[in-house]
């Protein structure tokens, strides 16, 4: 069983910059693939990112280039910077982690969630 707890959500005007935390229960950094998801109110979930344990990374086209995803694994926790923010990036973000050996942001197939943070952004 793995615990997914995520921070760093809140508000920010558009064009600014956040950063989501994701703190895991146990070892799972360096072995694990893991990502960050999205869902807006009334919209589908969104895959936003994925990091697998090599490091290779997929983000979805609509944040590539303005979010980078990261990950410390002596300190167990993973994180999405967010910058250059849109209005259209507001949504709950859940952190997820997969057993599995390849991953990508799209898969759905993700075996834990974390409960979510919100991320709100203003004009």
């Known amino acids: 069983e793995v615990q997914l707890v995520e921070s760093g959500g809140g508000s920010v005007q558009a064009g600014g910059s956040l950063r989501l935390s994701c703190a895991a229960s146990?070892?799972?950094?360096?072995?694990?693939?893991m990502g960050w998801f999205r869902q807006a109110p009334g919209k589908e979930r969104e895959g936003v990112v994925s990091?697998?344990?090599?490091?290779?990374?997929t983000y979805a086209d609509s944040v590539k280039g303005r979010f980078t995803i990261s990950k410390d694994n002596a300190k167990n926790t993973l994180y999405l910077q967010m910058n250059s923010l849109k209005s259209e990036d507001t949504a709950m973000y859940y952190c997820?982690?997969?057993?599995?050996?390849?991953?990508?942001?799209?898969?759905?197939?993700?075996?834990?969630w974390g409960k979510g943070t919100q991320v709100t952004i203003s004009s």
């Open positions: 997820v982690a997969f057993s599995g050996g390849y991953c990508y942001h799209a898969m759905t197939d993700w075996d834990y």
């Open positions: 146990r070892s799972i950094a360096s072995t694990f693939c």
């Open positions: 990091i697998d344990r090599h490091g290779y990374t």
